[in-house]
């Protein structure tokens, strides 16, 4: 069975900084897909950014972007210029391949934005 | 701005009665999820549909849950009778249920808490 596994449960950075959230996985799928998803105090689930297994290129939005390592199993989140509205829990997730396949998330990692 | 739609936001029951929560799926996505989130199991798969029939129900208890899709645009999760372990933030997601880079859209949640 797929796992995904994030090591830290809380990270803090200061305001316009960056930070590196971490995540690893385990599968035995060559396509899959991986999700980062930010969940704010008010619980709403928020995608920020995916990735697909068969892309050797990271994904990038905005200040969001991916370091994905195929062969670690490894897909840590980089937000730069931290901002105030970032500080959320946020979420690594893993789709196996096909249309409708649930996701498996991590624990979670507690981001605090400090001004 | 479509969004997936959950109702009630909020429930407060006492244990033993029954517990309906409700979801309006994006119009046109033809997959739904119910995830269920507590602070000891994080985020785990219940149940989830593709073109209204159940697919994989493997993660719900099966005495007391059930989730159905009565028509393309309602997908509802009941639990009866409830417990105190049954408080959690429920959530629904959404997809186009399309091969390959499908996202999941997570509606706000329904949080209950069972007395």
């Known amino acids: 069975a797929q796992t995904v596994t994030q090591s830290q449960p809380e990270m803090s950075v200061q305001e316009a900084e960056t930070v590196t959230l971490s995540c690893t996985y385990d599968t035995s799928e060559s396509d899959y897909y991986l999700f980062w998803y930010k969940q704010p105090p008010s619980r709403q689930m928020i995608l920020v950014i995916r990735?697909?297994?068969?892309?050797?290129q990271n994904a990038t939005e905005n200040r969001f972007s991916v370091n994905f390592q195929k062969a670690a199993k490894s897909f840590s989140l980089k937000i730069s210029d931290s901002q105030l509205g970032d500080a959320a829990m946020y979420f690594c997730?893993?789709?196996?391949?096909?249309?409708?396949?649930?996701?498996?998330f991590g624990k979670g990692t507690k981001l605090t934005v400090n001004p | 701005d479509a969004r997936v739609t959950q109702t009630p936001r909020h429930k407060v029951t006492e244990m033993g009665q029954e517990v309906t929560m409700r979801c309006q799926p994006i119009l046109g996505h033809n997959t739904v999820f119910w995830y269920r989130q507590t602070m000891m199991q994080g985020l785990e798969l219940l149940a989830y549909?593709?073109?209204?029939?159940?697919?994989?129900d493997s993660g719900m208890p099966k005495d007391r849950f059930s989730a159905e899709m009565p028509d393309a645009t309602l997908a509802t999760l009941k639990i009866q009778p409830s417990e105190p372990r049954d408080s959690a933030v429920y959530f629904c997601a959404s997809g186009e249920g399309l091969a390959g880079t499908d996202t999941q859209y997570f509606g706000p949640g329904t949080r209950l808490t069972v007395l």
């Open positions: 990735q697909e297994a068969y892309k050797q």
């Open positions: 549909f593709r073109n209204r029939a159940p697919l994989d």
């Open positions: 997730a893993y789709r196996a391949p096909g249309g409708s396949e649930k996701l498996v």
